[in-house]
């Protein structure tokens, strides 16, 4: 079964840029649908970004779309959210996690530790 280690996040300014990475091992990434998600103390988890296996079908959701993007490295079995034009709303631990299927129906079972991404002046 896949594991999944997601980088540490980091701070930035608002319109700022990060890069969260999320490392498998024990299977390649893309035999599964691989998601990213966000969660805020108090708040549903929210998944912001998916991809099916294969790369085939991307989803993003309305809040980051066109400033969000997953980006594929399959040599290194690693998969990244590039995150543009940052904003404070975007603060939130962020995690990728895989489902067991070629297309994503949220049911997602395997989970990297999360990473805190703060947006703020």
């Known amino acids: 079964q896949i594991q999944l280690v997601d980088s540490e996040g980091g701070s930035v300014q608002p319109g700022g840029s990060l890069r969260l990475s999320c490392s498998a091992s024990?299977?390649?990434?893309?035999?599964?649908?691989m998601g990213w998600f966000r969660q805020v103390p108090g708040h549903e988890r929210e998944n912001v970004a998916s991809?099916?296996?294969?790369?085939?079908?991307?989803y993003y959701a309305d809040p980051v779309k066109g400033r969000f993007g997953i980006v594929e490295d399959k040599p290194k079995n690693m998969l990244y959210l590039r995150m543009n034009d940052l904003k404070p709303e975007d603060t939130a631990v962020y995690y990728c996690?895989?489902?067991?299927?070629?297309?994503?129906?949220?049911?997602?079972?395997?989970w990297g530790q999360g990473a805190q991404v703060t947006v703020s002046s």
């Open positions: 991809i099916s296996a294969g790369g085939l079908v991307s």
């Open positions: 024990g299977d390649s990434y893309s035999n599964y649908c």
């Open positions: 996690a895989a489902e067991p299927s070629t297309y994503c129906t949220g049911r997602y079972r395997w």
